[in-house]
């Protein structure tokens, strides 16, 4: 099993709706969750952090966090084209490691 | 936010030259740096983690007699590639973190990235 496992996609969505990418993780006392933005030739950019049980928001992005369930997730609201990149789910582990998923291919149809 | 700079952004070189990429954190001391590299359409390769004041620590698989990492500053951090090949022509990208000041706990900030390539 990885220690952050994300679906490689692509997702799919029209512009205007909700897009929806999802990560789980191994180690249970991981406590600091982030969610990064790539585009195609660029670096990651830092979108999200979540440290807490529960949603958290800040404009379009909502991310969503369950350590019972070791499940953290990210909602993009009204997404836009130029919303589609590569979204990176990035979990700090008890080791005092961050692990990176492989990342979910975001496509969004204007 | 915390901002890393990494230069160049891109490098052309001959077989069997050496290319050397900077990383600086430009408001924070970085503590821990972080070099990855990453091949078109796939995900981030970590190569190896440095502390400042002392041997990076390197995946396993990467040559750290090929990849010379240094990080004697809180701010600064070079990765010399060594008589580099055209396999590792690739995108290399650093990523710092700090524990105090401005930055946000555990978050790893990235630079742009380099491109080599190598003829």
């Known amino acids: 099993q990885k220690e952050v496992e994300q679906n490689s996609g692509p997702l799919s969505v029209p512009e205007g709706a909700i897009a929806s990418l999802n990560c789980t993780y191994s180690?249970?006392?991981?406590?600091?969750f982030f969610w990064y933005r790539q585009y195609s030739g660029k670096s990651p950019e830092l979108i999200m952090s979540?440290?807490?049980?529960g949603d958290k928001e800040d404009g379009r992005f909502t991310a969503q966090l369950n350590k019972a369930s070791q499940y953290v997730s990210l909602l993009i609201r009204d997404s836009q084209p130029s919303d589609s990149a590569t979204y990176l789910c990035?979990?700090?582990?008890?080791?005092?490691?961050?692990?990176f998923g492989a990342g979910t291919r975001l496509f969004v149809k204007a | 936010g915390a901002v890393v700079s990494q230069h160049p952004s891109w490098v052309i070189c001959k077989s069997g030259t050496s290319v050397k990429i900077e990383c600086r954190s430009l408001?924070?001391?970085?503590?821990?740096m972080f070099w990855y590299r990453q091949f078109p359409k796939q995900s981030l390769m970590l190569m190896a983690t440095?502390?400042?004041?002392?041997?990076?620590?390197?995946e396993q698989g990467v040559e750290k007699d090929k990849f010379l990492i240094n990080h004697a500053s809180l701010t600064l951090s070079t990765l010399t590639v060594t008589s580099a090949h055209p396999e590792d022509s690739s995108f290399y990208i650093c990523?710092?973190?700090?524990?105090?000041?401005?930055?946000?706990?555990?978050?790893?900030?990235f630079g742009a990235g380099t491109r080599l390539s190598v003829l």
């Open positions: 440095s502390n400042e004041g002392s041997k990076a620590t390197y």
């Open positions: 408001d924070f001391q970085a503590t821990t």
């Open positions: 180690d249970r006392v991981s406590q600091s």
């Open positions: 990035a979990v700090h582990t008890g080791g005092f490691k961050t692990i």
């Open positions: 990523s710092a973190r700090g524990t105090s000041g401005r930055v946000a706990k555990n978050i790893q900030y």
């Open positions: 979540i440290y807490s049980n």
